[in-house]
């Protein structure tokens, strides 16, 4: 043993794992093994990360879904810990291939997708969007996933749309947007994170705005969680919230008469790490004529899609999370699956294409927006 | 203005469980008036629903059936049930409370005829079952319910007064009318001197815990559930079934901590899910199901005997460290998802899951408090402090119990005491109410014998033919009545005996139950309450040497009771009426030892107004106080506590002396005679031994030799000079290892040196086998020794640490049970993490204490008389019983002085009649009996004259046994006849199988008891003939016994120096062997006679001797056996 490396690793997980008595709940509760696949062995990691040893696997698999520390009795902050292990490799310079591949395409264009600058407000094209650096009362921060993603350009258009109609004030950064960190604070890249995240804060407090609006769950958690612990003040809400108080405030109207089956699809994001799986269920329980039928994982104990941690920039072979997923939703009898994360988004509506699964996929913006007067 | 009838300070106990109920008793014994207010509509508390005891397996209701009508045949209390404290004005001395009571709706003119409850047409849940058997909107609790009557649950009821509609159909099948709807609720204010609030505890509701699936599936259940199940009058009449579906489970899974020592929930040890989740798997074990397995994550074996059954479950039982992720049900099965140390994942089918749901302050706790006007700790229960560890934060207000956090049995009757003593301090006028007896009956003519036979549940029913026992009991002479219980010991079943020898004009009553030890003088008192000689009374020990221990064989075991019944019917047909004799008592107490124990029992009882002496070895008081920083699991400085305990022992009037010893002690109950080293003499009527125990003197790991190796205790002492920055504490240093078992404080300890040395910048690994963090604040250390860093890893429990672990003088090497992986880990210092060893005392022996298995001091019943020793007037305080803490030991200091206390009070003590007597015209004055007696206490000149002097007498008998006058000299109840037709009984039918054996009372009765108590099995040819010492047995007997052509004979007692009559079972000794020449000479094999020493402890010595003397007896020939009345003709005398 030594005690060194045991020093390093024990401040680098911030000491989250050591009170942890090694129950196993959380290498059991892990979703990947549901699809028969080996799961993380968390409290493995753990066990090692308590007492310096060398972590042989698994860090990288961790889709954060936090469902693990749902049922942990000493209720540790394993995705910390992770994380934590996560700069070690990353340190040692033992992160995998792709994933520094990704970090260096947010240092050179903002975005872990290789997409251009230039690109990343295209999905506005044709629409009203104010640019919010001229001051604004809400701030929509857009994010890499939906913005570099074709097919969430209609959700984004639809959530906008819903905007104006409101009359709300609120704009975008239009391409001077960047990531928002949580690919590179998932890659344990400490220090450019650091500098990342200083200079959006200061991106944003220059607009002005109230209230930062982020479409994407895991946005809306790094900004709530991390950059608060940096100093940042402004009020976050993720989009589904945000709809949610207009909806209850009678600021969006609605058609008569929306009917047929639905499903909800909760994110982790959403559900697990922020304790709101109620906004999406709020924004359908306007419409008294849809059936909702709950998936046998749903609201905190809902199955993660598989793409959070920075899965989506790492290939896995075999079955994915979000295969697993759409059979279940497909079991519950729904025409469509709702969701309010574009990773969700991407992996169900792929799944869904891939095993032949005729099921809609759409963001509860989309949905909303349908409906609108 | 007093409302009772007596001039008695009273005291407000809150709560009639286990602990309120011996609070009362210790309360009510000592002179003063107690109202006991209970929420429930009986007392008895969880208690009365258990089945069984861990780690003894007594029938749970059984043992504490006998307190609870105690506390309501007491005039001293008065109990209220379906009752609430609502308001407390006033302070300490001089309290006034009000009381609400709900209306009862059923008078004390019920019969518990049960007519009511088939009349009624409302179903509802019973709660006492746990909702899983139901009852009626009238109904009692549970058959043993105290105080008696039924109730009416008037929610559930069709009236609703005063409205009425016309179902009544209970008052038109009820006799006596004892149903009245005309009840309203009372409101009762009442002057208390004190207060003791004994609440107890609540289970989590398993359903918040939503990955063990409880709410959605029936056969998942929690261990309380199941509890209810395994009872022979639960809802389903002891047979362990899948509520699904009715059928027998195969494969049962128990998990323990649901709720525990979670974050989520509780997160503190809920302490007593352990022993009780081990103790059902070893029922269900019992019951037939070959598979059953047990996560856990420490195993929590902390007391005494608690790793012994452990260790003795795992033949059976599978262990696995882990804890379930998902519990679900899929098609037939309940499917279970976990993680194991070696790092596989196991999805496993089970038919059945058992949840060990958390202990919770108890429902009204919090408004208990504000009525009160105490605080809570943060963990919803009591708050307390080390020191007082049954004080609240207002004076005069105590607690006692769960009621300041999750204990076991034991523990809570040990605080009850200890509150008691404290609550007593206020109680100035104390009176004993009691009512004349009834007029005495006429015992004159032919013996009429009733006989009342007990299933004791399934415990004896299970196994015996009650049935047939009964009809074969019935053809005997003399009996005129014979009646079957469910429970016999049951208030009700008492008050029915009571009418029943009226009725039937009964002058002998035998009932067929359990040990005699245990249940011997509830029974007595009954016949007196009728007003029947309570020495007209025998009993038949047919669970504890029948049922138990041949639970295979139901016919021998069947043939065995009608002899055992049989026995005891013969003997009854002889009894004569005695007198018990009454003795002064010394108004004063000793304590031996000034320790913490030592020190609280002084203050206690000084301060209720006894003289005390406390005698302490060295020069200060404190013991190994004195060596302590800190006394965890507290966060208290041991000099604070011990200033604070001299505090109040100065402030006291006790007697402090210091560099004293006690060189000896003489005397018995109410009348000790003590001489100090220093020449003074003392006389007192009760000793409180707080010896302590010594600290385990390691060899371990080179200590002694190398300076890098110390102990806990070393370490204690040193933490200002510590040197290097690498720590290894080994713990189980001289414990849990063969016979010695877990010390209990350690764990504790050992987690605060942890943080300690963490604290000071030191790297700390820790070696575990399992961490016993199982008192209040101690998870939160573990937790807090987590997060500093602390290194936690364990080794395998099978082993001692020094078997695991290799030291080679700069680092260590090991296996890490946790991530199964060798290792080695640097360390610049080694901490043996010690516990306690026995201290063998020659006042020990003076006074006859028995030891336990491994050496401390034996208590008189492990749950319900921790801390009174089986020698009348001798109490138990601190780790002379056994290794405990610092608040444990203050604990029980404060309840010896308890019991010390109500001892005294009475100024009086009565002692059975069992003294010889002299027939002086058949003696001849030859003194031989007076040569042989122990105590000296037969005076006489040769030839000329020759007297007893009844207060020296212990009753032995040896004296009897050595007289060889006919006639001359006789022990009353357990006369040459009544051994006689006792032996005439067991030989009746097919005596060439059978085994005499004779028992004496202390040890090899016990030891037979306590074979049965742990369910050794043994072949069922014994028969148990109970006298006081071995020494009463004599040539006549032995040959007697031989002249009718028995397998064998043995006698049997206390090992050589644990005799409780001084020597006397030297005599037996030496006059066995003669005997066994005797035989020889006559050519009887001498080997069918044999001697054999059992301790109470020795249940299972006891048992193996039997197998062996079973066997011997099969290996002779008939003819062997059956010649042995012809060789041995002549000299048998009748």
Redesign the interface.
Known sequence: MDDARWEKVVNLTGFNGNECYQCGVCTATCPLGYMGEETIDARNLIRRAQIGLDVTSGIWNCSTCKLCEQSCPRQVNIVNVIRGLRQFEFEERKAPDKIVAMLWDIYENGNPWGGKKSDRSKWADGLEVKDAEKGTEVLLYVGCDAAYNKDLHPALRSLAKLLNKAGIDYGTLGNKEMCCGEPVRNAGEAYYLDDLVKENISMFEKTGAKTVVAFSPHCKNMFEKYYRDMGFKIDVKHYSEFLSDLVKEGKIGFKEGRSGKITIHDPCYLSRYDGGDESIREILGTFPGLEVKEMEMSGKNSLCCGGGGNRMFIDFEGKRLSDFRMEQARDTGAETVITACPVCNMNLSDSGKTNGINLKVKEVAEFLEESVK | MRRGRSMADKVLVIGGGIAGIQASLDLAESGAEVLLVEKSASIGGKMAALDKNFPTFDCSICIEAPKMSDVTHNKNITVLTLAELTEVKGEEGNFEVTINQKPRFVTDACTRCDLCVQACPQLRKNEFDAGVGARKAIYTPFSQAEPGPYLIDIESCLNDPPNYIACGRCTDVCGPEAIDFNMGPTVIKEKVVSIIASTGFDLLNASLL??FGYSSDPDILTSYELERMLNASGPTDGEVIKPSNGKHPEKVLFVL?AGS????FVPYCSRTCCMYSIKEASQLVDHGIRDVTVLY??IRAYGKGFDELYSRSQKDVRYIR?????VKRKGDSIVV?????D?S??EENYDMVVLATASIPSKGTGELANVLGVELSEDGFFKNEVEDPVSTTREGIFVAGCASGPKDIPDSVTEAGAASSKALKYVRDKEWIEEPPPPPLDVSGEPRIGVFLCDCGSNIAGVVNVKEVEEEIRKRPNVVYVEENKYTCAGSTQDSIVEKIKENKLNRVVVGACSPKTHGVTFQRVCSRAGLNPYLFEMANVRNMDSWVHKNEKVPATEKAVDIVNMAVSKARLLTPMDDIEFPVVRAGIVIGGGPAGMAAATSLSNMGIETHLIEKSGEVGGLLNSIDTVSPSTVKGREVLAKLDHDLKKSSATVHTNTTVKEITGFVGNFSVTLSDGEKMEAGAIIMATGADPYQPTEFGYGNDPKVVTSLDLEKNYSKLEGD?YAIMSCIGSRNGEKGCSRFCCSTMLQQAIDLRERGK?VRVFYKD?RAYERNAENL??KA????????RYDPLNTADQAIEFDGSSLTFV?E??S?K????ADHLVLNIGLKPKDEEIFSQLKLSRDMEGFLLEVHPKLGPVEAAVQGVFLAGTVQGPKGVKESISQGYATAAKAAKLLFRGKISKEPIIPQIDQKKCVKCLRCADVCPYGAIKGERGKWIELVPAACMGCGNCVAECNIEGAISMPNFTDSQIMTQIDAATAEKPDEKLVVFACNWCSYAGADQAGISKIQYPPSARVIRTMCSSRISQKLVMYAFSKNPGAVLVTGCHINDCHYIDANEYTEKRVERWRHFLEAKNVNPERLQLWWVSAAEGNRFASKIREMDALIKSLSREEITSTETKLKGVVRR
């Open positions: 939503p990955e901590c020592r979670d974050n989520r994550m420490d882990s804890r379930p992720a998902s998802r976990y993680a194991t140390d790092g994942l196991k690498k790297t961490i573990y937790k987590g997060e500093m860093g602390v290194q936690f890893f890490d946790l991530s992986t290792m080695k880990a640097p």
